[in-house]
């Protein structure tokens, strides 16, 4: 631990720091005016730093130089508008759908472009030129440190001072400035919103792919990188505040030297115990998060979001269930006794069903927190991991029956729940799921690290079900009876008082505490509720698979959720059931039909986005409504 590796680290940590801001950059605009959580905007990255491959590639018959300098600029020019492009075709026709419908799109998004970049570009990895000018490297204390790295480091200032003055000394920066505090004002004013929404969006998107082209002599394009990208971008924008493009800066500056620092730490000793600093560098961005909003709950920089006056459609009550639902359930169920009996054990069908109920199961526990509590986690399958987790180390490692560990595994979860909500509570809007994601991200990298106890990246093996459940449909029979009993006592948790008070509080939280309510601790122990049905999903999916690994508790686990809740329907009870089904079996079908499997469910899900804004349940219910109202007519 010498001060000239610190040093080096640090210069390490600033190049670092320039490359988050640039994508930072791009999204906290976004945000801050378009009031959309974009998804895709790690794509945009990506896209970037492939497309300056391609153009260096296309203009080396200009020489090495020309080739190089030239397609960072063009690159970024394409990636824009290609952001322009998205907004004009896609986000403006769902502008005044729920936000987080926004986020369903941009989700599908990221699917799209994946699957579109490797069909051009192919899955290898691909290493850009050197800079010309800047090949070698320069002594810093007796170390060598890269010539470009040093270039990469005033980058960041250089753009954050460009974008200063584009936003402070024009009238387009003045227009962005009022939109980001009152955009409802700045159209009632006259100004044409579309065209300050797409020129809004073109400039982060480019921003974005500027940065993915500069990284274009520091590291490989690889198709990984827009799920990599988009995680510690979030934490940035979030840790600096929304809408702050000077707290983006300074964070971007905060997260990258930490990770600067605990590399350089390395391994220490600390109380007879050795800490390995540098493997803390997966997680230790989401723990600066997590303590800056505990502290601060807006970021550094930020302040509370101004209230818009479009927020969507106005959140509908919760209707029960009608008796023509139950009698159609009823037949449902009956179907689904049967199916074993008629494919027989070994059909891939009974598989394939076990998968889909699981998946049920678990969005309806987000559905829980989305819909009646109105709380949007970016993190749920921290909970479902755990419940998986909990019921392999309950089998393998402590040697309880199967049954036993079934039944003790949601608990875990739940008290995962019950410490990770105790803070997330204390926040809202999209505060609180960054925090969720945080806590979320931390889960994860402690099980993918922790060889001894969760097996590390490998996962626990041999987490196999009893005896008498070796027979697939008896296990098949036991998870739709789990699955049922765990719906139907969420359904029944929401017709009971908790429910009602759930609701309240998403609807207006001041009249709630103003008549008795004590709406965080509510929404506390509905976090605690959805966690440990989360874990049951999660406890009978290592039994179906016989082992478990970190992915069921990453990102993208959390994302598929939030997908399926979506694609249902937040505002009816069955719509994370149908979206559930829906995503599954889509997801399914396409994985065993095509290569390019991931475009196909990101285009049907962008077509459903469009043909059916309120989720599939929704329309179906407003189709009911409308019937009956002919009918009545």
């Not at 959580?37 to 020309?66: Q, R």
């Not at 990770?259 to 560098?281: E, R, S, Y």
């Not at 023509?324 to 199916?339: E, S, T």
Request: glycine share 12%; proline share 4%.
């Amino acid at each position: 631990m010498s001060f000239s590796g610190l040093l080096v680290q640090l210069l390490n940590g600033l190049a670092g720091a320039s490359s988050l801001f640039l994508v930072a950059a791009g999204l906290s605009l976004i945000f801050g005016v378009c009031r959309i959580v974009n998804f895709a905007h790690g794509s945009f990255y990506m896209v970037g730093l492939y497309a300056a491959y391609a153009i260096a590639e296309a203009l080396l018959p200009m020489g090495d130089g020309w080739a190089f300098w030239l397609s960072i600029p063009l690159a970024a020019l394409g990636v824009g508008v290609l952001g322009a492009v998205v907004e004009v075709l896609l986000l403006r026709r769902i502008y005044k759908a729920p936000e987080l419908f926004q986020l369903l799109a941009t989700f599908a998004l990221v699917l799209v472009i994946k699957d579109a970049v490797l069909w051009l570009c192919g899955p290898d990895e691909l290493l850009g030129p050197r800079a010309p000018g800047l090949e070698g490297a320069v002594d810093i204390l007796g170390r060598s440190f890269p010539s470009y790295d040093l270039f990469f480091i005033a980058v960041g200032p250089l753009v954050l001072g460009a974008t200063w003055l584009l936003l402070h000394k024009t009238r387009f920066g003045m227009l962005v400035r009022a939109a980001t505090q009152d955009r409802e004002m700045v159209g009632a004013l006259g100004v044409r919103q579309a065209w300050l929404f797409t020129a809004v969006f073109a400039l982060g998107a480019a921003l974005a792919g500027l940065g993915g082209a500069l990284q274009l002599p520091r590291e490989p394009a690889t198709l990984e990188l827009d799920l990599q990208t988009i995680g510690s971008a979030f934490v940035v924008v979030v840790v600096g505040g929304m809408g702050s493009l000077t707290g983006a800066f300074v964070a971007a500056l905060l997260v990258s030297v930490v990770k600067a620092v605990c590399v350089w730490l390395g391994v220490v000793n600390i109380a007879g115990v050795d800490v390995a600093f540098p493997q803390l560098t997966l997680m230790v961005d989401f723990l600066v998060m997590a303590v800056v909003l505990v502290v601060r709950p807006w970021g550094l920089f930020g302040k509370p979001q101004a209230a818009s006056r479009a927020h969507g459609w106005r959140e509908q009550p919760l209707r029960p269930l009608q008796p023509a639902f139950w009698a159609a359930a009823g037949l449902v169920l009956l179907g689904l006794l049967a199916v074993p009996w008629v494919v027989g054990a070994e059909s891939y069908t009974l598989v394939l069903l076990v998968d889909l109920l699981i998946a049920a199961l678990f969005a309806v526990s987000l559905h829980f927190l989305m819909g009646p509590a109105g709380l949007h986690s970016f993190g749920h399958a921290a909970y479902f991991g755990l419940g998986a987790y909990g019921a392999a180390l309950l089998l393998t490692a402590l040697r309880l029956p199967m049954e036993l560990a079934l039944l003790l595994a949601p608990l875990l979860a739940a008290a995962g729940g019950l410490l990770f909500g105790w803070f997330a509570v204390r926040l809202t809007g999209v505060y609180f799921s960054m925090l969720t994601l945080a806590f979320a991200q931390i889960t994860w990298a402690t099980t993918f690290q922790w060889d001894s106890v969760t097996g590390g990246s490998n996962g626990l093996t041999g987490v196999w079900p009893a005896a008498w459940l070796e027979d697939k449909r008896w296990f098949y029979l036991l998870t739709l009876l789990l699955v049922v009993l765990g719906v139907l006592w969420l359904w029944r948790v929401l017709e009971a008082p908790l429910g009602y008070a759930l609701r309240a509080g998403r609807d207006s939280p001041l009249r709630a505490e103003a008549i008795g309510i004590p709406v965080a601790k509510l929404q506390w122990l509905g976090f605690v509720l959805a966690a440990a049905v989360a874990g049951l999903a999660g406890a009978l999916f290592a039994f179906s698979k016989g082992s478990i690994s970190p992915e069921t508790m990453s990102v993208a686990k959390s994302v598929d959720g939030l997908v399926m809740v979506l694609l249902g329907g937040v505002q009816t009870l069955v719509g994370p059931i149908v979206g559930a089904f829906s995503f599954t079996w889509l997801h399914d079908a396409m994985a065993r039909n095509t290569d390019y499997w991931r475009a196909a469910l990101g285009g049907v899900v962008l077509l459903l986005v469009l043909l059916f804004p309120r989720g599939i349940a929704g329309y179906g219910a407003q189709l009911i409504s409308w019937l009956r109202h002919r009918q009545s007519a």
